[in-house]
């Protein structure tokens, strides 16, 4: 019976070792999965960054010229072209001589 009540307990220390190795070997696992994903939430948040700024240099891009463009543009040039607009808009769309009161 000593005998039989070694061989189990050895059996048993053998199945114990073996599931605490497993167990270590999942846990390693997990840390690699979890690492891999840091990893790739910070290069999604790089590329996040870089398409924020090309998205920026491609507005800047796109209205810069317009800006400098209505920067440039002289005031009286402005009144000038808003009286011949009130002296034309009447000629092209007379119902907007039309105005409530």
Same mark, same amino acid.
């Given at each position: 019976?000593?005998? =039989? ?32 994903? =840091? ?46 607009? =009130? ?15």
């Amino acid at each position: 019976k000593l005998d =039989k009540a070694k061989q189990e307990l050895k059996s048993k220390d053998g199945a114990l070792r073996k599931s605490v190795e497993n167990f270590h070997n999942l846990e390693d696992k997990a840390e690699g999965k979890d690492q891999l994903c =840091k990893a790739k939430e910070e290069k999604l948040n790089e590329l996040e960054n870089q398409l924020s700024s090309k998205r920026q240099s491609y507005n800047n891009l796109v209205f810069y010229p317009f800006t400098l463009f209505c920067l440039q543009i002289d005031p009286m040039q402005v009144v000038k072209l808003e009286h011949k607009l =009130k002296e034309h808009v009447p000629l092209l769309w007379p119902s907007l001589l039309h105005t409530e009161g």
